[in-house]
């Protein structure tokens, strides 16, 4: 096999990897990450309406930091806008981006290939790069990661190259797609001086300083317009390293572990680290070990990164991948038969390593493989709210899910909810592209929240002050408290010590949870149904979803108890969207017991027990509907009825308190 045949076959395993694991379940090509679809509403607000703000009419905020990614999701925006004049329904800017981001990390294996042409040698960086799951994630996942990992691998070949002019372009173009980049260029500038020259087949070129420059005058000019609009200076990411909070350090230092248990192959650069410690490893190798090793320092400094797969050092790799490459390439150069072997052979072992994190966890034959797979991979630290966040396949799979159903949640605040209607949430990204009203990001990283006018960074869970997000102005109409429903309603001192622990910037302060219950009784508690979103039909379900909404709206169910007849009736009025809720019917005898009604119309002393399940309320308009007729019951022993009372309850509630319940009790004596 022939060194482009290789590569072509790379490139296949490379799609075919992406494929894999990317889906929905179904076999369908699941959505991009929730935090994707936050450049995907900047887009959409500056093609609709010339505005590039995350909710228009508010002020300039750092809702993303990524000029270029916005610029490429503006185009996508541009053509899902006209798609329908040209027949072109199946295009969408989730498509779009996804395979914009394929197509980068695809360039990028052919691109890590190009540093040693004249040997088959030269496959091993993009061997490393196609079996681990981690640029396989970072390719379809809708951010501009793909795209800054290719102008990171093509500035570092133009560079080695001594190519001035294409040095300049993706030196700029890495600066503008991720403010970061600047990094990598400050490592250039560094590493310049023991490396001026460049030999090229029969030809020596001067590697000049000024292309650098250029991407230094591209940070610039981003840090002197965000400076202008916002007041700051350094991209948040950079805000973030210089004041740290309590244990970020520590948490980034686990973050790398993680890396290293997702992509285990990474233990190889320890071979191309000795080798430079003996002076022994080429130039280009120390090169792309010590920008590498940079930008995991900067990764660590970040604390522990949200996002699966390790997203947040996929740039490293392919610097790690060449690294590894060179070192390699010496021992197969060595005389000694053995020393070569060994190297093939822990390469390929290296391989397999980092390809088994893309799988299901599984036995193989009597191999307890599932067993270990779940321990190497569990979580070294706590996930971020509302993900257990496990390593490897899993924990793609949960964000997969995660932003699957958020995405449910912002097109049912779409289709059911009047658009002025203002969202607080901790998840921005899916129900702020979807839901099109005003949405506030609870973790202060789309928009301000409360004091905080200092974007906070998307690379690191940062937490806020709770009490004064909820008391800020404008107020909130719906507030996402949790991701799911659990097995039973919270108590509002459950939600407010979850959010305390969770989320909150003082969680040991004196009587934080009580100050959060308060602000989180200014609620109702409501049961929505959310369909699931989907490419696969076979995939879309319906779920119940959880939501906080102002109880001044006045919008809780009406109920009402008459008499007609020997009969009684309960109707609903309801002036609102689309909402669950379990009917619950009481009776109360002359003797003073009280009798639940099943929905059989059986009576039971022993409750609670829901007359309707899972009953659908819908705006009534002016009138009321029927939610149950029945008979008035006849007791034993000569008892009878002298009240009926009814109210209802979010489904799955099984204690009496205010989460609980919907509404006001309704009830008719006779």
Known sequence: MNRSIALFVALAILLAHILAIHNDGSGGLAFPYDQAHAAYRLARNLVMDGQLQWNPGSTAFESYSSPVWIAVCTIGERLCATRLNANLDWLSINLFCQTIGVLAMLTCVVLAAQFREERIASLIAPLMLVSS?????????????????????????????????????????????????????????????????????????????????????????????RFLTTGAVLPPSFHAVLHPEPLQFGGGLEYLLDFVRTCPAVLLVLQPIALLSLRRLSGLGARALLLGLLWLAFVALQGRAPLPFCELCVPALPFLGIAIQEGLIEAFDAASRFRRRVALTVFAVGLVASALPSREPADLGPLPLERIQNAWLAPSGSGRFGYAQPLGRTGLEEEIERTHLLRGVGLFLRDHVDPSTSVLT?????????????????????????????????????????????????????????????????????????????????????????????????????????????????????????????????????????????????????????????????????????????????????????????????????RRVDALRARVPELAEGARVVEVRAWLVNPDAREDQSFAVVGETASSTW
């Open 133 to 225: 799951g981690c640029i396989a994630a970072a390719a379809a996942n809708g951010l501009e990661t793909a795209l800054f990992t290719l102008f990171v691998v093509a500035t570092f070949l133009a560079f080695e190259r001594g190519r001035s002019g294409t040095t300049a372009l993706f030196a700029l173009l890495l600066c503008l797609t991720r403010p970061e980049g600047v990094l990598f260029v400050l490592g250039l500038l560094a590493l310049r001086p023991f490396a001026r020259k460049a030999v090229v087949g029969t030809e020596t070129r001067t590697r000049a300083a000024w292309p650098l420059f250029l991407g230094l005058a591209g940070f610039g000019a981003t840090c002197g317009l």
């Open 426 to 622: 901790p998840w921005p990204g899916a129900v702020g592209y979807l839901a099109r009203g005003a949405v506030y990001d609870l973790g202060a990283r789309a928009s301000a929240i409360g004091r905080n006018d200092r974007a906070f960074p998307w690379s690191r869970r940062s937490r806020i002050d709770v009490v004064e997000a909820l008391q800020s102005e404008p107020g909130f109409d719906l507030v996402v408290p949790l991701l799911g429903v659990p097995e039973r309603v919270p108590t509002p001192e459950e939600l407010a010590l979850k959010w305390r622990d969770e989320l909150d910037a003082s969680p040991a302060a004196t009587g934080r949870k009580e100050a959060i219950q308060r602000q989180l009784e200014r609620f109702e508690l409501v049961t929505v149904p959310v369909v699931v979103d989907s490419r696969s039909r076979t995939a879309v379900r319906e779920e119940h979803f959880l939501l906080l909404r102002r109880r001044d709206l006045g919008l809780a169910p009406r109920v009402a108890v008459e008499r007609e007849g020997e009969e009684f009736v309960v109707r609903i009025a309801h002036k609102t969207h689309h909402q669950l809720a379990d009917l619950r019917v009481t009776c109360v005898d002359d003797r003073g017991r009280t009798w639940w009604m099943r929905p059989t119309g059986e009576l039971t002393e022993r409750g609670p027990v829901s007359a309707r399940r899972e009953l659908l309320l819908y705006d009534t308009g002016t």
